[in-house]
């Protein structure tokens, strides 16, 4: 088994993390997705990362905002590869909680995607699992050429050409 | 036993943070000091602050620079009161820190003190201390009156009165 | 008598600061709340604090917006602990009471908690009292037991695990 | 007599802060130039502000750093116009500071100049001064004139005109 | 004649300088309030500031948002005290203005008030004409006993008190 | 043929930049417009850019959000004036796009105007185009009197002239 | 004639600005360079303006500090393009600067480069001119490639191909 | 083949990007290193990037400051990982390329690190790579083993214990 697993700080982080499902669905990508606090239910999140790597986590994206310290937790614990969500809220607005994740000491780094970036840490996540996969990295071109052609549709109906 | 830990994310945090155990030594205050990281010494930070906690600590001064996880993940093992200094360094010079430290979810508090604050960590954690000690609390008193004092004495060599 | 001292700046700061009289309430600790401001009343403010002391005001903890003097008048008045709540409002919309309240002189700590932390303020009270008080401290533990079980009913409703 | 009352938080202050009296020295106004701190000394504060009001200070200077508290606090004993100068140091270098010192609450303004204006705080407070004394008014008229001249001797060097 | 001069950069900014004025009808000191752009209308507001000062302006009140020069444009026309007043709006919402308004060269101050600050800049106003009005003097004394004892009654409604 | 080129990284922006192309109407000044990407059409905005100025564009106006590249990758790859309009939005809502899009390496300037700077993005093209079209230049001073006029419109209904 | 003015709002500006005028002496194009504050000496900088553009001046690089609000009001006396070039200094570094540069009215666009841009400022001034002029389009052009060449060689000594 | 490509914005990155080169050779991992400017040379960036991708590289470093574009140009070519790592200067001194370089669209992620994260980028590219790499993944491993050992070493010649 080969998965991307979404560990949540919070349960309201699911309205935006949901997104990233909707992508791994779309691209029939396997995946788990739970809340595990850092702070609140520290036991469990590392269990929870222990026992995930041991079925076949190969990427991990973690969501959390404020002190936003979920992902480190993480990278912490695992050498696999962790995409770290910054959420809106706090003093900053989410620049705290992007800081938050991105500072990390050498050797546990955090690949950290924009604030409330879920859709980019779900193509992250296909972009390492597309590493050794020939099917997800043509899936992912595909992809690329269908965004570029809905840039000429999107200038069409507005657009003034001389 | 009774005495006050200080943890120290990284060991160059030290020449700070020493400060603090300077101000516990005048004020005949027991402390432990050490180094333990959040990231790369996680089960080592979590073992620290059980046996610490049965052997008699009261208060925990956490301090940490960059993405400061270290006081949060103290003040989620443990429900001694946690002072978090937030160390200079990081993309923000320590704001970015100091938002690290003090955005905590509820229920799991840090006593957040400036950045680079370890003599004040020092003299909250002996205001904690404080609460039920007499000779303290007069020792805290009498040093304030001594700042107001020198105050006057800063004043007299340079101010202007006619 | 044994209690913590509220001390809010403004009016418009209850709504807020009701919270952590909830808290108290709910684990049995006595408090008092009232509003006293550093600039508008700053008589009321100097008599209030000395009085609460002399009493049993145990932890002082202030709440204020804009330029947040509040709390370090208040630790300027007193060696009891004083814990600093920043409100949301002025230029930077809480960062800068962040500031105001972190920031202070050395000996004239404020312990601060996130913008807008009632509820961390009146946990970080209790931790601080609870140092000599079992029941409390006994109250504080299963409280973060509770916590700790909470993620994980709020995560049953949305995980998705293979 | 009529004169310019200088507070300085700290004696730190005073290398910056005496320029402000050099220029009152050579616009021949009266001035008082001292330490007191809002913190750590605030009786001393109270007690300064009161007699100097007495004694015929008609504008207050102040000047502090970090959490700069000492303008508001004396704005808060006086109806005298008090001049704010925010100190440089902090977490944001001064800024905390300025905002510190500028956001005050309806009714105790504090006429705020830039961090460590110490030589701007002299000129407000004789603009102030100037109101009702046509000498000085004629001074800082004058003083004008040179500064725009200054101007056109600057260029002369470096200036390139085709 | 003896006069304040409020010039607002917009006609935008009326909603909250009129508030300045109220203040002013209140306590009974004459104004003039009028729409004139450093950009806009440069020739405008050097002619208005030429004549007003003439005709008796004592004290000149400037409100501008975004790139605010105004009061700086206004400082470097007169020698009469110059209260900035930073509006909301802009990159920073007001920050900007708020350091566009405050950091003046040596010479040419602003006394600026906090963002929006329309009230205390009436207020810093009066404190300035009041330096030799002892009519206006006893008024802004007892405006301040009221104030504080504003706050007593706003704390009897909710105050908890053991 | 000559015109300026108005590209939008976002069909989003369209809702502010037709502002612009408003302007150019009235002024009777030619223009194109379009949605070409930096990230999403890399191919398609290399070949408008060429081809545009081939045709005659005289001047390029460029508006992006978040990590704001299309202004520089298109000054990257002409030598005609590039005007960039940063977008709101983005983890700092705005700031980042414009230092994103001011921020060029040497050689390759981009003339930014504020956030969501639409309209004046059309003046500053237009004050270009006019360098060498008196038609044009007379119109904007003629805009210019127009402004000032404005001015003086705007105050008559609230202004207190004493 | 045809020329470029360079404004400085101060004398220290020079170090920085002159290399503007290096790069104008490179692709032999005319300029004039002086020291002209708007705040000190506003009469001389309205008199100047006038006369520049009366002389031929195409494009006006103005380069200020702080409060940079000299490109505005070059701005507001003119319809030629004004470049702005904020400088290091202030509460922020020079980000104040740019934020009082690059947010004007509309109708009065500062066409600003980044903080300490002197060398941009001089690219955009002659990429405007250049719209008419063939040669210094060719010019900029053959510039453009040796940059790209530039990064070549830059390239070479340090490179690691496989 | 199979290897990691760093490309850097500018010479001067090569200081602190050689040691993400070190990481890798410590390792026994393959990469290429080069500098080339998403900026001053574009098409040598898209040409050098489509060259790589087919020779084998799996995953790209990108090093850029200010405006740092050149990450997110190579992911708009890419769907290979992109790793970018903002380098320190401009006007926020890193954050402003910590935003060009993080805040990107969907679809076009860009894994960030730390301002100068060079040594966390050949970490994170190396956790990309190990996911099919047994023994990539192994000596990560024992690495992470080493890095808590040297906390314990770090701490024992000043920690304190009772």
Redesign the interface.
């Known amino acids: 088994?080969k998965?991307v697993s979404i560990i949540m700080g919070?349960?309201s982080d699911?309205d935006i993390m949901?997104e990233a499902?909707k992508i791994f669905e779309k691209f029939g990508v396997?995946?788990?997705?739970?809340?595990?606090?850092?702070?609140?239910?520290?036991?469990?999140t590392h269990q929870y990362v222990k026992q995930a790597e041991e079925?076949g986590a190969?990427?991990f994206i973690c969501a959390a905002g404020?002190?936003?310290?979920l992902a480190?937790?993480v990278?912490?614990?695992t050498?696999?590869?962790v995409?770290g969500v910054p959420m809106r809220g706090?003093?900053?607005?989410?620049?705290?909680a992007?800081?938050?994740?991105?500072?990390?000491?050498?050797?546990?780094?955090?690949?950290?995607?924009?604030?409330g970036?879920a859709?980019?840490?779900a193509?992250?996540a296909m972009?390492?699992?597309?590493?050794?996969d020939e099917e997800l990295?043509a899936k992912?071109?595909e992809?690329?050429i269908l965004?570029?052609k809905?840039?000429?549709t999107?200038?069409m109906?507005?657009?003034?050409?001389?």
């Not at 404020?66 to 310290?69: G, K, N, Y």
């Not at 972009?127 to 050794?132: E, P, R, S, V």
């Open positions: 088994m998965f919070s349960k699911y949901q499902g396997q995946y788990e997705l739970l809340v595990s606090s850092a702070h609140r239910s520290p036991e469990r079925k190969k990427v404020m002190a936003a310290h480190g937790v990278s912490s614990l050498t696999k590869p995409v706090g003093a900053m607005d989410g620049m705290d992007l800081l938050s994740t991105v500072q990390m000491p050498s050797g546990m780094p955090v690949a950290t995607v924009a604030i970036g859709i980019n840490s193509y992250l972009q390492i699992l597309a590493i050794d990295s992912l071109k992809d690329k965004k570029a809905r840039v000429e999107d200038s109906g507005i657009e003034v050409i001389i």
